[in-house]
């Protein structure tokens, strides 16, 4: 939609829902055609199979990819070579370590070597990544890969117990997308789009002098299900919760960012109902999800192939954490194998209580760019540093910045009672964390900065990990 962009920003809003319905009914035919309702199907199914039952879908995938990206794609035909490699010695998961990771710059390096031939680099369909590590990465690819992954959030959906569809449930949608233009002072902070039954939440705009107008018209509406950033949801509960409130919903969807505990605490007491989390790349390599068991996130085994490894490479032991790396099993236009993400997990041991045979993965809840290193070499996570702020009510929103290996800046937008003994508090409980020697800096700020994609990072570091 970028090239009708300053168009759609002058246009009236009525128009603004018009275009952005129009824009929703063309994007459908790419992402619910012909395969859509096959794959669909198939993820209904699969979901109960066996272990060696998901096993061996997974390796026939595996070698027709294999096959396509050696006869089609002039990187991989490459990379195969200068190994001695042939289609056949990689028949398994087992078997892809004797071929590279793959890595952002590789791809960047690659692009148009990474596109199975035949292909028109301009034509083919094309995604993004949000660019949160600083650094935009553009991918391509064939129809298959869009369908089946339409039909694997069409399946979390299901497992939400909530309907994804044209006549579905009435959805409220909290993401980065800039449908409200950015300089606009006064209601509507929101548009719809009719054909998905959806009203879109600007994230932009949430202050607490506009959320007022936000509720107002989601009462009016009634969305069954609130899908969105967890940041975007987050502000939503709490601003129910500071105003005694609730907005009684059927499922909360989180995806796109790192989930916290508070966030999800307080979003499901504020919307009474439970947050179904979800991960997905737009590489389209992975996918994984909560089941109504809630016991971490299923792997999507039929949509790729995942390992973790640690930072020699070696494949980690369950429950022991380590990168992502991940091979789409899906897009054919522009295999990835072995792509290696910026995110840590680790497979849970002991599966999920709902009995799929889908492999459980703990919460992506760190992306390696938003871990703290340390001067002795010790890496936080962010879930750790929410603790100091949890008995501060004062605190509307924070940020944490590590500018150097011993300079923490923290941001606060605080309410009219912010206190110098909180500051105090907040500065010697982080000590306690980081270390004395690590200096904690606390600015007052009227907002926290979001990236250009409207995603929220409550930890960014600066400091490059040893990993
Ligand atoms: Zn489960």
Not at 246 to 261: G, H, R
Not at 285 to 303: M, R
Request: aromatic share 10%; net charge positive; proline share 6%.
């Amino acid at each position: 939609m970028s090239t009708g962009k300053s168009i759609y920003d002058k246009a009236p809003v009525f128009l603004q829902n018009l275009l952005l319905t129009g824009y929703s009914a063309l994007l459908d035919r790419k992402r619910y055609g012909r395969q859509f309702s096959e794959y669909a199907a198939l993820l209904e199914r699969s979901q109960w199979l066996s272990g060696p039952e998901l096993a061996s879908y997974q390796e026939e995938r595996l070698r027709l990819l294999i096959g396509r990206a050696y006869d089609t794609v002039p990187y991989y035909r490459r990379v195969f070579d200068e190994r001695g490699l042939k289609p056949g010695d990689i028949r398994t998961p087992a078997d892809l370590p004797k071929l590279p990771v793959l890595t952002r710059q590789d791809i960047k390096d690659n692009f148009k070597d990474l596109l199975s031939t035949g292909l028109n680099v301009k034509t083919v369909p094309k995604g993004h990544t949000s660019g949160t590590t600083g650094s935009p990465l553009e991918v391509c690819y064939d129809r298959s890969v869009i369908q089946f992954t339409y039909a694997a959030l069409d399946r979390h959906y299901r497992w939400a117990g909530c309907e994804l569809s044209r006549a579905g449930d009435r959805i409220a949608v909290a993401r980065g997308n800039v449908i409200v233009p950015l300089g606009q002072e006064s209601p509507p902070f929101w548009r719809y789009n009719r054909v998905h039954n959806q009203i879109l939440l600007s994230s932009f705009h949430l202050s607490r002098k506009n959320l007022g107008h936000y509720f107002r018209e989601l009462e009016r509406y009634r969305p069954a299900v609130f899908d969105g950033y967890p940041s975007t949801l987050y502000v939503l509960a709490k601003y129910l919760h500071d105003n005694g409130r609730t907005f009684p919903a059927k499922a909360v969807i989180t995806s796109s960012e790192t989930l916290y505990d508070f966030q999800r605490e307080l979003i499901e007491k504020s919307f009474g109902c439970r947050v179904f989390d979800y991960y997905a790349l737009a590489e389209r390599t992975v996918f994984a999800s909560e089941c109504s068991a809630h016991c971490g996130n299923h792997l999507y085994p039929e949509y790729g192939i995942t390992e973790v490894l640690d930072r020699n490479g070696e494949a980690c032991a369950p429950g022991e954490a380590g990168l992502l790396v991940t091979t789409g099993l899906h897009n054919l236009a522009m295999p990835l194998i072995r792509y290696a993400t910026s995110d840590m997990t680790s497979i849970r041991p002991a599966g999920c209580a709902c009995g799929r045979r889908l492999p459980v993965i703990e919460p992506v809840t760190t992306k390696a760019e938003d871990m703290l290193t340390l001067e002795d070499g010790r890496v936080i996570s962010p879930s750790v540093l929410t603790h100091p702020f949890k008995p501060l009510d004062s605190v509307a929103a924070s940020q944490i910045v590590q500018e150097g290996l011993n300079d923490i800046l923290v941001r606060i937008v605080p309410n009219s009672n912010f206190t110098p003994e909180e500051r105090d508090h907040l500065v010697k409980e982080l000590k306690a964390r980081l270390g004395e020697r690590v200096n904690v800096n606390i600015e007052l700020v009227n907002e926290v900065p979001r990236s250009r994609s409207g995603k929220f990072r409550w930890v960014i570091s600066n400091v490059k990990l040893g990993i």
